[in-house]
């Protein structure tokens, strides 16, 4: 079955950073897109990150624009999500997704038919 197992979470300081993997498994991931989500106690997941297939779209949430970089390995059926600059408000559960099937980077949303990490906690403390 389909896998995505996310590493690299922890605990930085504000202004640290952390970079978190997501290692995919179990089909073919080609013209698939895929991202990061978070979700912070008592508030909904949102989007982070989307990247394509070939890396040619990407796009990020305003809040982490200019701080955050997503990338992506297909040969090693990888994502990455290089975090700067962190926030307190960054604090959250990071989840790794992967699309079901070949969609627009725009059309991956938390509602969308996704395949999920277990989530890497982030804790950026001051």
């Known amino acids: 079955q389909v896998q995505l197992v996310e590493s690299g979470g922890g605990v930085v300081q504000t202004g640290g950073s952390l970079r978190l993997s997501c290692a995919a498994s179990?089909?073919?991931?080609?013209?698939?897109?895929m991202g990061w989500f978070r979700q912070a106690p008592g508030k909904e997941r949102e989007v982070v990150a989307r990247?394509?297939?070939?890396?040619?779209?990407?796009d990020y949430a305003d809040s982490v624009k200019g701080r955050f970089a997503i990338s992506r390995d297909n040969a090693k059926n990888t994502v990455y999500l290089q975090m700067n600059s962190l926030k307190s408000e960054d604090t959250a559960a990071y989840y790794c997704?992967?699309?079901?099937?070949?969609?627009?980077?725009?059309?991956?949303?938390?509602?969308?038919?996704?395949?999920w990490g277990q989530g890497t906690q982030v804790t950026v403390s001051s």
């Open positions: 990247i394509s297939w070939t890396g040619s779209a990407i």
């Open positions: 179990g089909r073919s991931f080609t013209s698939i897109p």
């Open positions: 997704a992967a699309a079901v099937r070949a969609i627009s980077i725009k059309a991956m949303n938390v509602a969308s038919e996704l395949y």
